[in-house]
């Protein structure tokens, strides 16, 4: 079931500060345009980085799932990680199977494919996505 590592997502108050980190401190070049995901609640930027990417994550209200971890993690940090799987629903049913809850319904995320998340007290504390792999030539 486990694919490539698609990206870490890192929760920031501000997206804006958390770019000019990146950029200005560690010296990423690749960093695409912040977008909303309200069906998510939060807005997004990727920070490419030679094997994966960085998804800066910041609240876009207050039930916003990153509203809640800034609460508790007011500077910000990193959220979940999130895998590849070939198929979204046979990953569920497998992960289900072995009593992993799974946290809602598949969604569509920030690469256009199908999303689902573990809940971090069956994943070793770890809040992990798996996200179907996009299609060749797609995002
Ligand atoms: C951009 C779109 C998409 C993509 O395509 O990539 C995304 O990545 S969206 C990212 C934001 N969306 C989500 O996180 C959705 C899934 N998250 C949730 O359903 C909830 O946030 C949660 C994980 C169930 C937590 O719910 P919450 O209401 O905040 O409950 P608690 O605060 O009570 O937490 C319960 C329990 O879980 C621990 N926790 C919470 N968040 C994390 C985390 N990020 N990493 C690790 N552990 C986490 C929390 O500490 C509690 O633990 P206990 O104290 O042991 O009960
Ligand atoms: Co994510």
């Known amino acids: ?6 990206h870490v997502g890192v929760a920031t108050p501000s997206i804006d500060d958390a770019v000019a980190r990146y950029r ?19 807005r997004v930027c990727f920070v490419d980085t030679p094997n994966s990417q960085i998804e800066l994550l910041e609240p876009l209200g ?15 940090g990193q959220h979940h990680v999130c895998f590849e799987v070939p198929d979204i ?4 049913a ?12 598949p969604r569509i995320g920030a690469h256009g494919t199908p999303v689902i998340f ?15 792999t996009p299609r060749e030539g797609a995002h």
Not at 89 to 92: F, L, P, R
């Open 1 to 6: 079931m486990l694919g490539r590592l698609n």
């Open 24 to 42: 200005d401190v560690l010296g990423a070049t690749q960093i695409g345009e912040a977008f909303d995901l309200p069906a998510q609640g939060v």
């Open 62 to 76: 207050p039930e916003s799932p990153i509203a809640k971890f800034l609460e508790k993690n007011p500077l910000g």
């Open 89 to 92: 629903h046979a990953a569920k």
């Open 94 to 105: 497998e992960l289900e199977g072995k009593g992993v809850r799974i946290l809602g319904e």
């Open 118 to 132: 573990a809940h971090p007290r069956d994943m070793g504390g770890m809040l992990t996505e798996f996200m179907e």
